[in-house]
């Protein structure tokens, strides 16, 4: 296993919410990126880590051979990868992402600060 394979494992491990994206949730590089980062910090009060594929090549590279998943954004609950932005979209229209962040906040006993 490579390096960056274990360092794509650990943060996934570590993190229980993770959106993979190009730029960051306030300086986002593209428009997907843009909806996910947006629809992500209205669901989780902004409890969640973000990597910026962009200065990370690695990462960029790898992670969509890990994931079965060739594009970016990619979020990631709880150690499951649930899709890019459509699905986000789609799971956040019908009440099923906000659903699964509270539970996953609940779990890791993440409150609001």
């Given at each position: 296993m490579t390096f960056t394979i274990k360092k794509i494992k650990k943060q996934i491990t570590d993190n229980p919410i993770i959106l993979y994206m190009k730029g960051s949730p306030t300086l986002p590089n593209c428009g997907f990126s843009?909806?996910?980062a947006?629809?992500?910090s209205a669901c989780s009060?902004?409890?969640?880590?973000?990597?910026?594929?962009?200065?990370?090549?690695d990462i960029r590279t790898e992670?969509?051979?890990?994931a079965g998943w060739p594009t970016f954004p990619q979020?990631?609950?709880?150690?499951?990868?649930?899709?890019g932005?459509?699905?986000?979209i789609d799971l956040y229209r019908t009440g099923e992402l906000q659903n699964l962040i509270n539970k996953t906040l609940a779990k890791h006993n993440?409150?609001?600060?």
């Open positions: 843009a909806k996910a947006h629809i992500l009060n902004k409890h969640f880590t973000y990597i910026d594929v962009l200065v990370n090549p992670l969509p051979k890990i979020l990631w609950i709880d150690g499951n990868l649930i899709g932005c459509d699905i986000i993440i409150k609001d600060l």
